[in-house]
């Protein structure tokens, strides 16, 4: 009983202690994340606009700096589909929508569409020897602009309208004609896309 | 409160990293894909069953697809490889399977789901079988971590 009498007051110092402890951490956690929600804040905040391509959902989206959508547009994407050439060839392509991050590399209006390889196989046409032949050139097919996010992989118009929301493309994106006005008039070139 | 912390700063770790991530908010009943800091999908929550104990952090185990009446099988080691080489696409069946033990799922197959599990629509996660890659990560956002 003595012992208890004596030892009560380090017990009394030990729960103070425990609980200074507890306040204290509990108050460097707050601190934190407040700094936490500071640090977030500032980096989820992107410079431009950017552009989301879902080639699942076939979607082309534009988003602004806070990720509110500005224009959300249907689209045709890569149909993922293999295609083999002549065999003596060995030309062997695979159609679909690269994925990842692109930027706008340039925009184009009025595109002429230079005919690779493989849409002259497709039509069983013979391929042109020079790459100066007309054979090669159309104008119209993409209408009326392009929007570059690769070499050759571009958002463009189309002719046929009944294929948006479908993967059907070699590649491209195609978007109805007041959705590429919109996007040409207001995206500018160096801005992000994602391809998902 | 810690483990709040310990999110968001994952969080902060995945934008830092400029790569794809998925960020499951439990509080907005969201799951959404990044790239980064840009926004690229949401996916709204059908269910979802999350203890308040699983790790913040996460990455992708396995890519879970159903053949047939077989048990479930990571692709990388189904017994039919020809039909991975034909199927690379996800189905209504699949399911993406965390390393914190964490299932994404959106087929009633999978009823009744054993916690921690997550149920999407079968849109949005045949969208994001096909787009995440292997170990791609995901944080699990603590409901009111803003507050």
New interface residues.
């Given amino acids: 009983m003595k012992a208890v009498i004596l030892l009560r007051p380090f017990f009394y110092l030990l729960c103070l202690f425990l609980l200074v402890a507890a306040t204290s951490s509990?108050a460097d956690?707050?601190i934190?994340?407040r700094s936490?929600?500071d640090?977030?804040a500032a980096?989820?905040?992107?410079d431009t606009p950017?552009i989301?391509i879902?080639t699942?959902?076939n979607r082309v989206l534009l988003?602004d700096p806070e990720?509110r959508v500005l224009r959300d547009a249907v689209c045709a994407s890569g149909a993922?589909r293999r295609f083999e050439g002549p065999k003596p060839y060995k030309h062997n392509w695979i159609f679909s929508t690269p994925?990842g991050?692109f930027r706008v590399l340039r925009k184009v209006v009025d595109p002429i569409w230079t005919r690779p390889e493989w849409d002259f196989l497709e039509a069983g046409e013979e391929i042109p020897v020079f790459a100066e032949d007309s054979r090669r050139f159309q104008r119209g097919i993409l209408g009326s602009y392009a929007i570059y996010f690769l070499k050759d992989i571009m958002i463009h118009g189309t002719l046929y309208k009944v294929n948006l929301g479908k993967n059907i493309t070699h590649g491209c994106v195609r978007v109805d004609e007041q959705d590429l006005s919109y996007l040409y008039e207001n995206v500018e070139t160096g801005w992000?896309v994602?391809v998902? | 409160?810690?483990r709040?912390?310990d999110a968001?700063?994952a969080?902060?770790a995945h934008?830092?990293s400029?790569r794809?991530f998925l960020l499951l908010d439990i509080g907005a009943g969201e799951l959404r894909?990044y790239?980064?800091?840009?926004?690229?999908?949401r996916c709204p929550l059908v269910a979802a069953v999350v203890d308040s104990n699983r790790a913040v952090s996460q990455r992708l185990r396995g890519r879970i697809r159903r053949y047939g009446a077989e048990p479930f099988q990571p692709t990388s080691a189904g017994p039919f490889d020809w039909e991975q080489y034909l199927a690379?696409?996800g189905d209504d069946e699949c399911a993406l399977w965390f390393d914190g033990g964490l299932l994404v799922y959106a087929h009633e197959v999978w009823l009744p789901a054993a916690p921690p599990a997550v149920r999407l629509a079968l849109?949005d996660l045949?969208?994001l079988f096909?787009?995440v890659a292997d170990s791609v990560g995901l944080v699990l956002l603590p409901a009111g971590w803003?507050d």
Avoid: S
């Fill in positions: 509990a956690e707050d934190r994340h936490l929600l640090q977030l980096r989820q905040r992107v950017y989301v879902d699942r959902g988003r990720h993922a994925k991050r992000p994602y998902f | 409160m810690a709040m912390n968001i700063e969080w902060i934008i830092d400029d794809p894909l790239h980064g800091a840009a926004l690229l999908r690379q696409e849109e045949r969208a096909d787009t803003k």
